[in-house]
């Protein structure tokens, strides 16, 4: 549930901050049956759900259930996600940046710069994008570089944050 919901509108099934627990997860379930072999969830949309722990703790219980983990894509600036995951002892990764913040390719260039130094520094970066044709062609001329610079792609639950 972004903070502007219903003028900006995710789609069906939702999970809001109005809805009782049971509803949500009824919701998410409907959602995880969509598809198979996953690893996690993430918080693409929902600037307004992922700030509330008495909704977003009910979710996280049954991702800890199943093993599953959570990805804060960092929609919202007060989010819970990390701490709330972390007391609930549920796997999870943040964004480091939103690369396609400003969709040019200087701005993706100096984005995924940062990334590369980010993951130097400390070891670890995560990124998110939408496939933009101009991100792709960023990536394209980025991605053999990685190797010459000590930096190795790994999958996000890889990321995961003990």
Same mark, same amino acid.
């Given at each position: ?40 969830? *993430?918080?693409?949309?929902?600037? @307004?759900? $992922?700030?509330?722990? &008495?909704? +977003?703790?009910? #979710? %996280? =219980?049954? /991702? ?53 130094? *980010?993951?130097?520094?400390?070891? @670890?970066? $995560?990124?998110?994008? &939408?496939? +933009?044709?101009? #991100? %792709? =062609?960023? /990536? ?23």
């Amino acid at each position: 549930e972004p903070f502007d919901y219903p003028r900006s509108d995710p789609g069906p099934n939702t999970l809001l901050t109005t809805l009782p627990n049971p509803d949500n997860l009824e919701r998410l379930y409907n959602h995880m049956r969509q598809a198979t072999g996953y690893v996690g969830v *993430t918080t693409l949309s929902g600037s @307004r759900f $992922v700030t509330d722990p &008495a909704k +977003l703790g009910s #979710v %996280l =219980d049954v /991702l800890q259930r199943r093993g599953l983990m959570i990805f804060d894509a960092r929609v919202a600036p007060h989010s819970a996600v990390m701490d709330l995951a972390r007391n609930m002892h549920v796997p999870a990764v943040k964004s480091f940046n939103r690369i396609d913040q400003t969709p040019s390719p200087e701005a993706i260039q100096a984005s995924l710069a940062q990334l590369e130094k *980010t993951a130097r520094l400390t070891g @670890r970066a $995560v990124g998110i994008s &939408a496939p +933009l044709p101009v #991100v %792709l =062609d960023q /990536l394209e001329t980025w991605l053999p570089t990685l190797q010459k610079h000590g930096v190795a792609l790994a999958p996000v639950s890889a990321m995961v944050e003990q």
